[in-house]
């Protein structure tokens, strides 16, 4: 089990940029894949961009070109690099942590370990 703590959101000017950090403790990163997620009031959780322990990413078609995650296992954290936000970014982010028997993200909106999320207000 590992426990998810995010961090970086904040209100934020259209066009402007922030990133969202997520850290993690009670078991390595290295193992896992990661997700960022993001969900409004009254609607799904979607998947925003993802890792797989290897290095390798996946964007939402909302994100690709603006956000960038990244992933750096020494210090048991991932980061989401948004750039160019929109007021359609607004939403609470969420940190996701996958294992070996979790769901695949492409499954699954609700598999693994889960931070409490951070909000990121995009308005001017």
């Known amino acids: 089990q590992v426990h998810l703590v995010e961090s970086g959101g904040a209100l934020v000017p259209p066009g402007g940029s922030l990133r969202l950090s997520c850290a993690a403790s009670g078991s390595g990163l290295s193992m896992y894949a990661m997700g960022w997620f993001r969900q409004v009031p009254g609607g799904q959780r979607e998947l925003v961009a993802s890792i797989s322990s290897s290095g390798s990413t996946n964007y939402a078609d909302s994100g690709k070109g603006r956000f960038t995650i990244s992933r750096d296992n020494d210090k048991n954290e991932v980061y989401l690099q948004m750039n160019n936000v929109k007021p359609e970014d607004t939403a609470v982010y969420y940190c996701?942590?996958?294992?070996?028997?979790?769901?695949?993200?492409?499954?699954?909106?609700?598999?693994?370990?889960w931070g409490q999320g951070t909000q990121v207000t995009v308005s001017s």
């Open positions: 996701n942590a996958r294992g070996l028997y979790d769901s695949p993200f492409w499954a699954s909106t609700e598999s693994g370990s």
